[in-house]
């Protein structure tokens, strides 16, 4: 879950589809940002971008309807604020069937994921947030929820203990995650559909931050729509949060029309360059090549340098510097490459000669 905005945990705004229902979770947490979720697509046909993803979602929906049962249990992987929630909130629009949402970390024990499996309608939806950080104990516990619908109750203790199959609806388990490699095999295997959600074409971003500005009541022009897309790190949340920060700039500093000029100083004054990234990106590319000369580096001592959890870093940091190639993955830990150094304006260092050259000398020994 990003720490740049608020999780969710049920309980949207009023109308806003079907049977939501509220979540208790437990941990710590950010406020809920209702702009968040007035900007949530609704619909499917609202869902800009991740084309393929969308097609295959259609098509397991008009299965569902058609033969009157569940969806079958998705699996979406991605960075954070690429769409997870908003897809399993659109199917269960699509559906118009209940939809209950909890997280990873709320799940301690089977005494607290047992409410939601047993008040499951048919035909309902689970979504479960950072399922990769579910306790190994509950994930073996609904390992039979999610392939016979029924949980395995032990009553009792010692020699008089018994198990108990309780029976339960027809539903459907829709996982997140940001570390899909960090989920089990068995609990990744029980999930029919696998959707990996990827980071948005600058078009892509564009037409969400037009839409989004009529959603907030503002007026945007093309260029400075192309402008925030450009700078929002191929994630729809950070479009999001930008087009309100810069419609916020307008406002009170100019007559509320978001043009490129005005985009521009808005985006400059919260230190976030041309290429989108902020602070925090360039802090970490300057550790790299500063503290690391470069690299290669594991991103434990990254963290450490920078104070930093590594989860801010991997799930957070990482996938957009990797995508853009400003950093790579070697198996001896992070390195710089070219890009990041002219990106700071600073000249790159000749590159390594090649392994066998190095080994050369050797050959002819
Ligand atoms: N495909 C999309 N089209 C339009 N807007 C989108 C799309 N995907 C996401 N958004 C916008 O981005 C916001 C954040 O998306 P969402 O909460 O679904 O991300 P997430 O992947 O669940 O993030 P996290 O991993 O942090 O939970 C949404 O409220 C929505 O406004």
Request: aromatic share 6%; proline share 7%.
């Amino acid at each position: 879950m990003s720490a740049r905005e608020p999780i969710i945990t049920g309980g949207g705004p009023p109308g806003d589809g079907p049977g939501r229902r509220d979540v208790h979770d437990d941990r710590p947490q950010r406020p809920a940002d209702a702009m968040d979720e007035k900007l949530r697509p609704q619909r499917l046909a609202e869902v800009i971008g991740q084309r393929a993803v969308a097609e295959r979602l259609s098509i397991a929906l008009e299965a569902s309807r058609k033969r009157g049962e569940p969806l079958p249990h998705i699996l979406f992987d991605g960075p954070p604020g690429l769409g997870k929630t908003t897809f399993a909130t659109v199917l269960h629009n699509e559906l118009g069937v209940e939809l209950a949402m909890t997280s990873g970390p709320a799940l301690a024990k089977n005494a607290d994921i047992l409410p939601y499996l047993t008040n499951a309608s048919a035909g309902s939806i689970l979504f479960i947030d950072e399922i990769h950080r579910l306790p190994r104990v509950v994930e073996e516990f609904i390992y039979p929820v999610m392939e016979d619908f029924r949980v395995d109750i032990v009553l009792g203790e010692g020699m008089n203990a018994r198990t108990v199959n309780l029976p339960l609806k027809k539903f459907t388990i829709i996982g997140a995650t940001t570390r899909s490699g960090m989920l089990s095999g068995p609990l990744r295997d029980r999930f029919q559909l696998h959707e990996h959600l990827e980071f948005y074409e600058v078009e892509e971003l564009a037409r969400i931050v037009a839409i989004n500005a009529g959603k907030l009541r503002t007026t945007v022009t093309g260029d400075a729509a192309q402008e925030l897309a450009r700078r929002s790190r191929g994630t729809p949340r950070l479009a999001n949060s930008r087009l309100r920060w810069v419609r916020d700039y307008a406002v009170a500093r100019a007559d509320g029309h978001i043009t490129r000029p005005i985009a521009v100083d808005a985006l400059d004054m919260q230190e976030v360059d041309v290429e989108g990234l902020d602070r925090q990106d360039r802090r970490y590319i300057e550790t790299l090549i500063r503290v690391f000369r470069g690299g290669p580096t594991g991103v434990e001592a990254m963290a450490a340098t920078m104070n930093v959890a590594v989860d801010t870093l991997t799930d957070e940091v990482e996938p957009y510097l990797l995508r853009r190639e400003f950093i790579v993955r070697t198996p001896r830990g992070r390195r710089a490459t070219e890009a990041a150094y002219l990106h700071l304006g600073l000249e790159a260092p000749e590159p390594d000669p090649p392994f066998d050259l190095l080994d050369q000398p050797r050959l002819f020994e």
